[in-house]
């Protein structure tokens, strides 16, 4: 009787675990919103590129749940010496790149020095390296030139990423895609799509999954991108049940997929938010004062509702960093987010010297919630006597003219929360928008210096109050991204790039 | 004749060296660059201004236009900046649904438009020719990529009959691309046959009030004959003209059709280069464009001897 009772209790506790568990085998779609621009990540800082790649190569560390650095093909975290100049990188043992080769200190200094060399993150950090060199087989030395904190979450960040490639494929132009990741690259048609395959001498991590790291399971196939450019096409394809995953939605089709049997919408809150970035070299944006007024003009809260709707899509925060991320401070937000005083602002403005020259706004309808906010935030500015001059044009456009102080004073654009605030573009005072001040170099250089994570928090909050101060950009608000999931697609969670190595099917 | 087709030969060379020339300035004087578009968006200046350089956009417009122009007469279309594959081979690869896609079509507005046309015309102010006529009035003013988009609403997500977009994944059968056409293609061939339909019924209009349609009547024959044979045969002219013209307007690319579909054809590499400045595709696939319109007209032109006598060249 005991015994059946043990039996019993047995497949009891097992039935749960068997239910849980997750099938292996079969094909995911991913619909993407367009074909790669290259699919070397270590040249572009595109999402996209960031999303497909993060599965063919990996990188040295990625990102945990809660945003830490975690180990991925580094058997741990760093030794960083005492004054913080010497980092030694211990490499896992067996891991195999696509080709059948092992991958060893040669490698992954060869890849370091590719990454410094063309990534643009590689270059951020190039002024602080001094050498990349291996100790060993299985270790690798980089020595900076002074300390430099964000480089282990350079390193592990998936786009203009410092991927780990076999040291004899380290051309500037990549031809051969071999990686260490789970899936490897089989075939690529553009605009068709691009076919991966489960790498069968992958070796996972030990241990759980915990966000972009830990175990990386494989239960899928094969993972197919497929571009529908279309995003109307993008909502209809997703309720049809003919993708799996399709990103990137327009919130207004929410309802529609909730309605859906084939699918369900996933919301990922926060997703980023968006800025709009002064010229602070050339134009009336020059002025500080200028900047100031525009800012008390505008109403964040009418130009998150015109772009985004439902509140269930925004949020009105003005910290950089929203609540949970640990970065998170209202330092320098109190009286200059969300002022809404086109009176009070027109005042400022006329005190400021302003002679009426138009102010000129940048903007896409390629994002066309950034067309929204530029048309509420015109009606604002000119309520406050400012006049204003809407230049719409496409996004391959605005990402030229932007960078000719001489063509523009406000442009608009928008981030994913990144995980370590050091890779916000627009802090480098060779981004456009050229913010250079001292306050900038003081807060900035302290907080990239530090290696402390709780006296960088500290840190981050005196480089948000400088980003109020100096007003080179405005955060309008939070906002939250929508993709669809197939109800028979089990294991992905939320991402801003999201990632299917612990995804599976139900058959 | 001879002298006529190497006068229009001549002729064409001149076009196509035009359009290279015209392609390549207004490329190039457009804003937008592709170097910002592949290095996306926290690029800084100096990774734009160093990959401008590598792809030889730093050099001046004349020098890349020698540049290119020497790169042609050596029959290369150049290198797509962001495919990583010569020109030449991106517009193979897309080829095959764009000329299918074109064949559907044609096929699809053909077998509407022709025997309604014939039909309306026959039977004038009828209610088959009032009703065809306001029909094909409303195929015409209605957006190919609206239909496209209702069609999808009906037959792909009410009725689950057709995929939404694609064209088949890897190893995807004959049979299966084909399946993946049949919604692009119907929303193409309606709005496609409205022009046909129009145009066939005011051409046989036009003879069927010709004394030699009398005579032949006059003379007995029965009236299939009298319409198929002596009137359609006469009036084929501007059906033919027509025809061609819409399926140059199809083979170069229905591009928001195939955009809406998420077709991978010639259409839709157009607007992703347009959208990411691909330069030499643009051009490559402007080029090839231009040529199959001169092509399809002077193929047009020779057509008419076969089917009217009275051509001469």
């Known amino acids: 009787m005991k015994i059946k009772l043990a039996l019993l209790m047995a497949v009891a506790l097992a039935l749960p675990t068997y239910a849980m568990a997750q099938e292996k085998g079969g094909v995911l779609n991913v619909a993407t919103i367009g074909e790669p621009p290259t699919l070397d990540p270590m040249t572009s800082t595109a999402d996209l590129v960031g999303i497909v790649t993060q599965h063919i190569f990996e990188t040295l560390y990625t990102f945990d749940k809660k945003w830490g650095v975690t180990p991925l093909l580094a058997e741990s975290l760093p030794e960083v010496s005492a004054d913080g100049k010497v980092y030694t990188i211990k490499l896992r043992s067996g891991i195999k790149f696509h080709d059948g080769s092992d991958m060893t200190s040669e490698d992954v200094v060869a890849s370091l020095n590719r990454w410094v060399k063309l990534a643009s993150r590689g270059k951020q950090a190039s002024g602080f390296i001094d050498s990349i060199a291996a100790a060993d087989a299985s270790t690798v030395t980089i020595k900076l030139k002074q300390p430099y904190a964000p480089l282990t979450s350079l390193l592990a960040f998936n786009n203009s990423a410092a991927i780990i490639i076999p040291a004899k494929k380290q051309a500037d132009t990549m031809t051969e895609f071999v990686g260490t990741g789970p899936y490897m690259l089989k075939e690529r048609k553009a605009d068709q799509y691009i076919q991966l395959v489960r790498f069968k001498d992958y070796k996972p991590r030990s241990g759980e999954s915990d966000g972009y790291g830990g175990a990386r399971h494989q239960y899928l196939d094969e993972i197919r991108f497929v571009p529908v450019p279309d995003a109307n096409t993008r909502v209809e394809a997703a309720v049809s049940g003919q993708y799996d995953y399709v990103d990137s939605l327009p919130v207004e089709s929410f309802d529609k997929l909730k309605a859906s049997k084939a699918t369900q919408p996933l919301l990922l809150k926060p997703f980023g938010y968006p800025v709009f970035v002064f010229n602070t070299a050339e134009g009336p944006a020059k002025s500080l004062e200028i900047r100031k007024a525009i800012r008390q003009a505008l109403n964040m809260e009418d130009m998150l509702a015109a772009a985004f709707g439902s509140k269930d899509f925004y949020a009105l925060d003005g910290n950089i960093y929203p609540a949970p991320y640990s970065w998170s401070t209202d330092a320098g937000v109190k009286g200059n987010y969300n002022v809404a005083d086109p009176e009070g602002a027109a005042k400022a403005a006329k005190a400021a010297g302003y002679d009426g020259k138009p102010i000129r706004i940048l903007t896409s309808r390629q994002y066309e919630f950034h067309y929204k906010m530029a048309q509420v935030a015109a009606e604002y500015l000119k309520a406050a006597g400012f006049q204003v001059d809407m230049q719409v044009v496409d996004w391959a456009t605005l990402t030229q003219r932007r960078t000719d102080k001489a063509l523009w004073d ?7 929360f990144l995980p370590e605030p050091a890779l916000i573009g627009s802090l480098a005072p060779s981004s456009p928008g050229w913010w250079d001040t001292p306050a900038r170099k003081t807060t900035v250089d302290a907080f990239s210096a530090e290696a402390d994570p709780k006296k960088r928090i500290a840190l981050w909050a005196d480089v948000q109050k400088a980003i109020y101060a100096d007003a080179p950009f405005m955060k309008i608000g939070d906002f939250n991204a929508v993709a669809a999931v197939s109800t028979k697609l089990k294991g992905v969670d939320p991402a801003p790039w999201p990632y299917f190595w612990n995804a599976s099917i139900t058959k | 004749m001879i002298h006529y087709i190497l006068q229009r030969c001549a002729g064409m060379i001149v ?31 100096q990774d734009i201004a160093q990959l401008r350089a590598r792809l030889g956009l730093d050099q001046s417009i004349l020098m890349q236009y020698l540049f290119y122009i020497g790169q042609l007469l050596r029959g290369d279309l150049g290198q797509s900046i962001f495919l990583n594959m010569p020109v030449g081979r991106a517009l193979i690869e897309r080829a095959e649904p764009t000329f299918f896609l074109t064949v559907f079509s044609l096929a699809i507005a053909s077998v509407i438009a022709l025997p309604i046309g014939i039909y309306a015309a026959y039977r004038r102010g009828s209610f088959v020719d009032q009703a065809s006529t306001t029909l094909a009035m409303l195929a015409a003013s209605i957006p190919s990529f609206w239909l496209g988009l209702i069609l999808i609403q009906f037959f792909a997500v009410r009725f689950g009959m057709f995929p939404v977009s694609g064209y088949g994944g890897p190893g995807a059968s004959f049979l299966t691309r084909m399946y993946h056409l049949t919604l692009p293609a119907v929303a193409l061939g309606l709005v496609s046959s409205a022009l046909i339909l129009r145009f066939t019924r005011a051409s046989m209009l036009d003879v069927l009030g010709d004394d030699y349609i009398r005579t032949a009547r006059a003379k007995g024959l029965v009236e299939r004959r009298v319409i198929l044979k002596h009137a359609l045969k006469n009036a084929l002219i501007p059906i033919l003209t027509v025809l061609g013209l819409t ?55 020779m057509l008419y001897l076969l089917v009217d006598p009275r051509v001469r060249y």
């Open chain 2, 247 to 301: 399926a140059a307007v199809l083979i170069s690319g229905a591009v928001v059709t195939e955009t809406v579909f998420g077709l991978p054809g010639v259409g839709n590499l157009v607007v992703s280069a347009v959208l990411r400045r691909d330069y030499p595709v643009i051009q490559g696939a402007l080029l090839v464009i231009a040529g199959l319109y001169v092509l399809i007209n002077f193929a047009i032109d």
């Open chain 2, 15 to 45: 076009v196509m060296f035009l359009v290279v020339t015209i392609v390549f300035v207004i490329v190039r004087v457009t804003p937008g660059d592709p170097a910002a578009v592949m290095l996306g968006p926290d690029a800084t200046p």
């Open chain 1, 410 to 416: 406000i442009y608009i654009t928008h981030s994913p």
